[in-house]
């Protein structure tokens, strides 16, 4: 299948109608959101969907999220809406939330993976927004990228990944936030299933308190089930092995310094993802530095291409830890899950 990439900042209009010709036919299309690129499909329809996991490769039992045009479009997906969500979908929508609820029957079985919840977001991104409201349904859309490897950020990682699987890209740009959305349980006691550039602080300033699912920063055990199918899954890693050294930032940079020193005796390939105020510290060409650690969305923004751009030939890469405050939470997530959690202290 020859794979068409129409650029959406240039001709938004006719790339929208386009993508909801496809969307309407049963087809997929890769769009821009704020968060990373998606894979979407009708969200009502079951076929539809089924071609999402295998696009993707991706494990049946775990779920998609609804991506809807307008506020009102959640009522007809919910069973009823929950306490709090109303207060949540003023606050932060359109934006990089989802909430979780009870679904209601039309929501196809292919789309929740057999749970009776459903996930919705209203992205904010204008092609997104443009392409949901032209197809006149919800799209059921996970980040498109092939199962298991970091989500695109970039028309061109979602190429790399599905070029020749699907008829579609929407190339809208680079992608505001690098992270995906922040993931919120409205089922029993409002929980944080995945962190996002909505924060636990911005979430509990706006409804009170709020859970942490416990697997966000620790890998879940042996007998426990996760409560977002998602997160049992080996995610975002590169082909090399990550190493998350956490400490007092001068003292990560002079552990890494001197492991990468030794690296380099052995004669093997490292690279350090470095913060703008570390960077200086490391005498290598091997490091890069991935934004200001005072402003952690900005190493949010450039993780997942970070780690797609490391050279086949990569054996290691340092990571240096932050604090897991604000988007630092995001960012610990999701790096912690690329080195399948292995952190050294210092
Ligand atoms: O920013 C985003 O959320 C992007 C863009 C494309 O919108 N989408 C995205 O989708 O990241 P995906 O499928 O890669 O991640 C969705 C996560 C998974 O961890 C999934 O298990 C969880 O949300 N999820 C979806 N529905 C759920 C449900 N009903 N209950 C619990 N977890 C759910
Ligand atoms: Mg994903």
Not at 217 to 233: C, F, I, N, Q, W
Request: net charge neutral.
């Amino acid at each position: 299948m020859r794979t068409e990439v129409i650029n959406t900042e240039s001709q938004c209009n006719a790339g929208t109608k386009r993508g909801a010709e496809i969307i309407k036919s049963g087809g997929l299309v890769a769009f821009p959101t704020e968060t990373v690129y998606g894979l979407g499909a009708n969200g009502l329809d079951g076929d539809a969907v089924r071609g999402i996991f295998e696009a993707k490769g991706r494990p049946a039992d775990n779920p998609l999220i609804l991506h809807i045009a307008k506020k009102s479009d959640v009522r007809r997906l919910w069973k009823k809406i929950p306490q709090h969500a109303q207060q949540l979908m003023d606050t932060f929508w359109p934006g990089p939330l989802t909430l979780i609820a009870n679904r209601a029957d039309i929501v196809p079985d292919e789309v929740t993976a057999g749970l009776d919840t459903v996930a919705v977001r209203l992205p904010a991104d204008r092609t997104a927004r443009e392409l949901i409201a032209k197809s006149g349904v919800p799209i059921a859309a996970p980040s498109a990228n092939r199962s298991g490897r970091p989500s695109p950020t970039t028309a061109a990682h979602v190429l790399a990944d599905l070029g020749g699987r699907i008829p579609l890209i929407l190339d809208g740009g680079p992608c505001k936030y690098g992270v995906e959305s922040t993931v919120l349980s409205l089922v029993g006691r409002p929980t944080i299933l995945r962190p996002g550039a909505i924060t636990y602080e911005m979430i509990s300033a706006a409804i009170g308190p709020v859970e942490l699912a416990k697997c966000i920063l620790e890998p879940l055990g042996e007998h426990e089930t996760a409560r977002s199918p998602g997160m049992k899954y080996k995610h975002y890693a590169p082909d090399a092995s990550v190493v998350v050294v956490c400490g007092e930032p001068q003292r990560v940079a002079k552990y890494i310094g001197s492991e990468c020193r030794r690296a380099e005796l052995e004669g093997h390939i490292y690279r350090i993802l470095a913060t703008d105020q570390t960077i200086g510290y490391y005498k290598t060409k091997g490091s890069v530095s991935l934004g200001n650690r005072e402003r952690p969305e900005t190493l949010c923004a450039n993780l997942f291409s970070a780690l797609r751009g490391l050279d086949a030939d990569t054996e290691v890469v340092y990571a240096e830890g932050i604090p897991e405050t604000d988007e630092g939470l995001a960012y610990m997530n999701r790096l912690l899950r690329a080195a399948g959690f292995c952190v050294v202290r210092v």
